[in-house]
Structure formats: C-alpha cells, structure tokens
C-alpha cells in the first residue's frame, strides 16, 4: 500500500530520533586545531603587548641591558641560568650611592642643612583611609562542582531561589540556591559562556558568549526563543536596563550593543572604546550604560543618542570589572592597578581603594556597602 509523503516523513524523523537520542545532550568533541587558534588569538588581545615588551628586552644587546639595570644571564645569573632572587633597590631614605656603589646615608647627618628636608621626606606618612563599620567574617557555605571548564559567570535569581553559571565548557546550568543542587543544564552555545542575566520582569534569561551569540531563554519552556545578531566578535558581558525592555552588551570588537528585546534590534552600537570592551552596567538615571575596557577607561552613555557623556581616564590598565552601589549614586571600577570609585552624574573620581596584590577580575557589592 502507498503511504502518504506526511507518514514518511513522520517515520524518518522517527528512525533519525532513534538513532542519535543517546547522546543527544552531548556536546560534539573539542577541535584541537580551533582551540590552539582561539588561544592564540586571546593571548595576543590581552597580552600581546606585554609579549611584544618582553621580546623587545630579550633581544637587546647586553650593553643596553646592563645600562637600563636589567640583568643579563652571564653577568648575574651565572651564566647557568639559574632564576636569581629579586634584590630591591636600597630604600633607605635618602640613600645616595657612592661611587663604589655602596649605600651612603645622608639623613641625620645635617649636611650644610639638606638634612632635615631628607628626615621630613622620611617622615611623611602615607594618607590613612577612614576605619569602616565592623562586617562579621564571611564564612565559605558550600562548593559546588559539576562544570567542566573554568565559571566564567554568575547570576542569582531576583526571587533569590536559583542561580545560574556559565561556564568553558559551554554550558548553562541552573542551581537550587538552598540547596546547591543542579536543577538543570541548558545546552545551545558552541564556545565559553560569558556573561548570565536574569530578567527582573519577564520569565526570561540572557546569555552571551565567546560564540558571539546573546541569547535569551524562556524559562517556563527551558528553550532559546531569541537571537541578537550583531556582534563582530566575542561577547564578554550583558546587562539588563532596569526600567526599560532593553539589553546591553558588550565585547572585543570594541563596542557596546544596545538592543530592544523584544524586536531583537540593535538601536544603538556604543563605538569610543579602542579596546575590548569588558564589562557594562545599566541604571535607570543618566548617565543610564557604564562601559569600562581594556583600553583602560571607563566611558558613560547617554542611552537616547547613544553617545558617550564622559570618558574616565584615571585608571592606567585595563579596566576589568565594575560594580554600581546598590543605595548611593556612585560605581566602582576594578583593574590590575587599584580600585576605583567615582560619583554619579559626571564620573567624579572619588578615592581609590588599595589592598588587592593582583589583578581584579570582578566585584560585586552588597546591601550593607560590602
């Protein structure tokens, strides 16, 4: 008997869903050759000059090496070598080297009255910040472990029930936050998940990735239901407008995308930056979209023409991270230098806050000013 096109069609699909239903959540197997590209490419953005500085020293004759104190293998090390231990520089106050290189201590011997400036200079005191309120210690609650790849990002539910991560290994899994146990694992990027949000208003996660992909997902059907197609390269972070349906992304191709979530348009590209772009934030009074880039400044935006108000230039390395308070009208920027914060509307510089001996990923804040 012949069957209808529709009830072949319907046993192909059949036979295919068989066939590939075992490992149907299985992500397809890692392109060696891709991966050793992607890392090249990475290494080169956010290290290359680094590299290029090193290399420039390594190939510099010794003569030049020795005059500009660098050590050179066969005069210091040995010439085996050998990794030698740092030696600072005499930092004694008003150290003076003689000329057989020794030390010779000026201060306190009054030389024709140069003395007392010396011991003024030693004395001067570094600014003391002010004591801030006791916080009792944090604690560490729990350590949760199923991703297999480095967390990239994390995003807590505005009901405080769940939470999501976003990880290397290009899953989004979605957590119980009383429990710590995983409720679910959504699977649709191809590369490093890199930026999670949840809507306060809408039933609606967004994600983006090294894949150049923002997606969001409805919830109540664990699906993608969106695209915002526009960016030229990866995406490194999102935010979500406060007030209006609105998204903001950001990533290496050196802008800010402004997209209405629900047409999926790109009302405005936030071009300025010279660098990635690493991490945005949105508020609901102007300036309304923070962008702060490798380029090691932080831009403010006005949202309804898409221009930039004001350019923060204080930072002199890459601006990785920032943070708005949750009760007054400031922000805070991070980077491998220091901590930054500064003052709503214009971008006052405020202070900076020390402390950290490395590179600063990320921050976050709490309702306490934490």
């Avoid at 295919?16 to 992607?38: C, I, R, W, Y």
């Avoid at 066969?74 to 020794?102: C, F, H, I, R, S």
């Avoid at 030229?232 to 935010?239: G, Q, R, T």
Wanted: glycine letters at 10%; aromatic letters at 6%.
């Amino acid at each position: 008997s012949k069957h209808s096109v529709h009830t072949l069609v319907f046993r192909s699909l059949k036979r295919t869903h068989d066939m590939f239903v075992s490992d149907q959540g299985n992500l397809p197997d890692v392109d060696g050759d891709a991966e050793k590209v992607l890392r090249d490419v990475k290494s080169k953005a956010m290290y290359g000059k680094v590299r290029e500085e090193v290399d420039r020293i390594k190939n510099m004759p010794d003569y030049q090496k020795q005059g500009q104190g660098i050590a050179t293998e066969n005069t210091e090390n040995g010439g085996d070598g050998a990794v030698q231990l740092y030696k600072p520089p005499n930092m004694m106050a008003g150290a003076v080297q003689n000329n057989t290189g020794t030390a010779l201590a000026t201060t306190g011997v009054g030389a024709a009255g140069g003395g007392g400036s010396l011991n003024q200079l030693a004395m001067r005191k570094a600014p003391s910040m002010p004591k801030p309120a006791w916080h009792a210690p944090w604690k560490l609650y729990r350590v949760i472990s199923g991703h297999m790849g480095w967390v990239r990002c994390v995003t807590v539910e505005p009901g405080n029930e769940w939470f999501a991560t976003g990880a290397a290994d290009r899953v989004i899994k979605i957590w119980d936050l009383a429990s710590g146990k995983l409720k679910l694992s959504l699977t649709g990027h191809v590369s490093v998940v890199r930026g999670l949000a949840v809507s306060p208003r809408q039933p609606y996660l967004f994600s983006c990735g090294e894949d150049r992909q923002v997606k969001c997902w409805d919830l109540e059907y664990n699906k993608v239901i969106r695209h915002y197609h526009g960016h030229l390269s990866a995406v490194y972070d999102l935010s979500i407008h406060p007030t209006l349906d609105v998204l903001v992304s950001c990533g290496r191709d050196s802008t800010a995308r402004v997209w209405d979530m629900r047409t999926k348009t790109n009302i405005h590209t936030l071009a300025g930056h010279t660098n990635t772009v690493t991490s945005v934030l949105t508020q609901a009074t102007d300036p309304q979209v923070i962008t702060g880039s490798n380029d090691s400044t932080v831009r403010l935006w006005d949202l309804a023409t898409g221009r930039t108000l004001s350019t923060l230039t204080n930072h002199k390395k890459s601006v990785r991270g920032l943070v708005l308070h949750p009760k007054l009208n400031m922000f805070g920027s991070a980077g491998p230098d220091n901590i930054k914060q500064w003052k709503f509307p214009d971008g006052k510089f405020i202070q900076n806050l020390a402390g950290h001996n490395a590179i600063v990923n990320c921050l976050a804040m709490n309702a306490d000013g934490v």
